[in-house]
């Protein structure tokens, strides 16, 4: 059975580039373990490029979703662990941009 899912419209949530609520219906359920970007493709460190970090760590997610049999179009619950608050806003930010073709709304 093919999944259903139904984003409930976020309202003061879409500031922050999140949903509220996303209802499913069928379907199967991966759950991925935590995703880091510490280094690129190549093994460099990307310790001092918090941009790159974040990138990286989508790339990895990606990667992780194709192996699976899924895409970001899939996810349906996202959690993030920034360790420094004062990024925060800059995260929602890439996040926003980079996803923001793949939701067609503020993500997950």
Same mark, same amino acid.
């Given at each position: ?52 970090? $974040? *990138? ?9 979703l194709q *192996? ?11 959690? $993030? ?10 995260f929602t930010?890439?996040r926003r ?7 067609? *709304?503020?993500?997950?």
């Amino acid at each position: 059975m093919p999944l259903k899912k139904t984003i409930i419209e976020p309202s003061w949530e879409a500031k922050y580039s999140f949903s509220p609520a996303v209802v499913t219906e069928g379907g199967r359920t991966i759950w991925l373990d935590g995703h880091v970007g510490f280094a690129d493709d190549t093994g460099a460190s990307l310790a001092d490029n918090f941009d790159a970090q $974040v *990138r990286q760590a989508s790339k990895n997610l990606e990667k992780t979703l194709q *192996r699976a049999g899924g895409t970001f179009k899939d996810v349906v619950w996202m959690t $993030v662990a920034v360790s420094d608050g004062r990024y925060s806003q800059r995260f929602t930010d890439i996040r926003r941009k980079s996803m923001a073709a793949i939701f067609r *709304r503020a993500p997950c």
